[in-house]
Structures are given as structure tokens and as C-alpha cells.
């Protein structure tokens, strides 16, 4: 268990059966309980993170202010972290042969 984790914790070792007598599959389940894991880690470390350029965003763009709510033409124009991502052009050259 990583050291900067072990708040979450109330153990400083995670383990548990994999269920198996077969080596293949019990490394299959580790590597697979590893990622996901890792996967859970990364998300508890970006909650503390301190996020670049924080002081910039503005605070609720998706979210309609009080008394908003039922007016329809109110909307955000703010792109989402995965529409940016795939509005990306790829890069110049590729595709040559």
C-alpha cells in the first residue's frame, strides 16, 4: 500500500482469496485487482491535488444558477475535459506513408 494512501485505510496491507488453485488465473485476478487498484489510487491522489490554474475556473458553469432552472434559453457554451479532448486535430504528417 502506498504510504501517502494509508489515510484511507484502516489496514496498512490489502488481502483477500482469489479463489483459485491455478497460478494463470490467480495472476490473471491480481493483475486485474491491481489495476483497478492503481485505477481507485489515482482518483484518491487527483482529489487532493493541487489543480493548475484553479484560481481561473468559474465556479457552476453547468449548473443553472438559482431561479435559472426553468428558464430554457439559458445554456453553457464551457466544453467538456472529453469534447476538448476529441476536438484535438491530429497531428500535421500523420497519416503519410
Known amino acids: 500500500m502506498p504510504a501517502d494512501l494509508r489515510q484511507y485505510y484502516s489496514s496498512g496491507k490489502i488481502s483477500y482469496s482469489l479463489r483459485t488453485r491455478s497460478r494463470a488465473v490467480a495472476i490473471s485476478r491480481a493483475n486485474r485487482a491491481a489495476c483497478k487498484l492503481d485505477d481507485y489510487w489515482y482518483h484518491l491522489r487527483t482529489q487532493e491535488a493541487e489543480l493548475p490554474g484553479k484560481h481561473l475556473l468559474r465556479h457552476g458553469l453547468?449548473?443553472?444558477s438559482p431561479g435559472q432552472e426553468k428558464n430554457p434559453t439559458v445554456t453553457s457554451h464551457a466544453l467538456t475535459l472529453s469534447e476538448a479532448v476529441f476536438d484535438i486535430p491530429p497531428p500535421?504528417?500523420?497519416?503519410?506513408t
Open 92 to 96: 500535421q504528417g500523420s497519416g503519410k
Open 62 to 64: 453547468n449548473r443553472p
